[in-house]
């Protein structure tokens, strides 16, 4: 099967001391299957640029995106394949954001997505989790949602972060026609930048 055609994709994410690291794969019966992207997010950069490759020999470029300004709080991320075309954009909702964290989605010929946190009580805890002293400092343990919608609010896909402490995310897609690779971006990016 290939990645556009997937319905689910399962996504971990493991920490180490310079990297994030994220595997995307490739439902098996409920489970992870084939991995099909793999990506290292360095810390502490100051633009962000994130290269998704088909495997973990980094042989191959899946997709790519990068941030378009260096200090930008409701910037955009473009996402280019591995000739460096465009396949879309996604953006975060600063000002919507302040309260429930809304993220925007674009893809030529299908308009705009937007996904915001399913659960606004949640999200008002996760704004407070940041600033309790030495608490803050540690990942958020619990789980998070995320739904995206057309303008119209037909269902694009879902982010589900399905375990309490370590970042494994459960990714459903219900558009047929929404691209694969943005939908693994934004994904990437609900993670590596949420809170920023």
Same mark, same amino acid.
């Given at each position: 099967m290939s990645v556009q055609n997937a319905q689910v994709l399962h996504m971990h994410q493991k920490v180490t001391f310079m990297v994030n690291r994220y595997e995307v794969f490739l439902d098996d019966n409920g489970r992870p299957g084939q991995l099909v992207g793999f /990506?290292?997010?360095?810390?502490?950069?100051?633009k962000e640029r994130v290269t998704i490759y088909t495997n973990?020999?980094?042989s191959r470029v899946l997709f790519e995106f990068n941030a378009r300004k260096v200090l930008d709080? *409701? *910037? *955009?991320?473009?996402?280019?394949d591995e000739q460096g075309r465009s396949i879309g954009l996604f953006r975060k909702d600063f000002g919507k954001s302040l309260l429930r964290s809304t993220w925007h989605l674009e893809q030529p010929g299908m308009g705009t997505a937007t996904g915001a946190e399913r659960n606004k009580w949640? /999200? *008002?805890?996760r704004r407070v989790w940041g600033w309790i002293p030495y608490i803050g400092d540690a990942p958020f343990p619990m789980r998070?949602?995320?739904d995206f919608a057309t303008e119209n609010g037909a269902p694009v896909f879902s982010v589900d972060k399905k375990t309490w402490i370590r970042d494994h995310y459960l990714v459903t897609i219900q558009d047929p026609g929404?691209?694969?690779?943005?939908?693994?971006?934004?994904?990437? /990016?609900?993670? /590596?930048?949420?809170?920023r």
């Open positions: /990506a290292e997010q360095k810390r502490l950069k100051i973990s020999s980094k709080l *409701g *910037g *955009g991320y473009d996402v280019t949640l /999200a *008002g805890f998070y949602h995320f929404v691209d694969r690779r943005l939908v693994i971006a934004q994904a990437v /990016a609900l993670d /590596a930048l949420q809170s």
